[in-house]
């Protein structure tokens, strides 16, 4: 009986100290039904998102990027692009700047869809598409 005990007892102890040794220490990553990759606490998940501007129907550049998730059309912008702004209205994108004497503004639309709410507002999903238009209105 003694015998059946102790190594019933070895067993659990064992089990307990390889148990605790099996963890990697590293972060883990998994996909998720966007695409994007998601992670534990050392890594921020990221969505691949691209930006193209334009004047007058005309691209100017386009650009893929990283961008964490929550960020908005108007941080993606700013971090990827020399822009100004007036409380958060897009002024001026790389040096085309836009000209209301003539009626020429910055517009933006994500995935082909006009936009309804101010950068600032707009939050990326992974694999969108947004077209910042330098047009008259």
């Not at 998102?49 to 961008?67: C, L, N, P, Q, Y």
């Not at 209301?100 to 910055?106: I, L, N």
Request: proline share 1%.
């Amino acid at each position: 009986m003694k015998k059946k005990w102790l190594i019933a007892a070895s067993g659990l102890f064992v089990g307990a100290v390889l148990g605790a040794c099996s963890t990697d220490g590293g972060s883990q990553t998994s996909s998720t039904s966007t695409g994007a990759t998601a992670s534990t606490s050392s890594e921020v998940q990221k969505l691949l998102v691209t930006i193209e501007i334009k004047e007058d129907g005309k691209t100017i550049t386009e650009k893929k990027v990283d961008v964490p998730v929550g960020t908005s059309v108007f941080d993606a912008l700013k971090d990827n692009f020399e822009i100004k702004d007036d409380n958060g209205f897009i002024t001026a994108i790389d040096g085309k700047a836009q000209d209301e004497a003539v009626g020429k503004y910055w517009m933006y639309d994500v995935n082909g869809a006009e936009a309804t709410v101010g950068a600032k507002d707009y939050t990326l999903n992974d694999k969108d598409t947004v077209v910042f238009e330098l047009s008259s209105m």
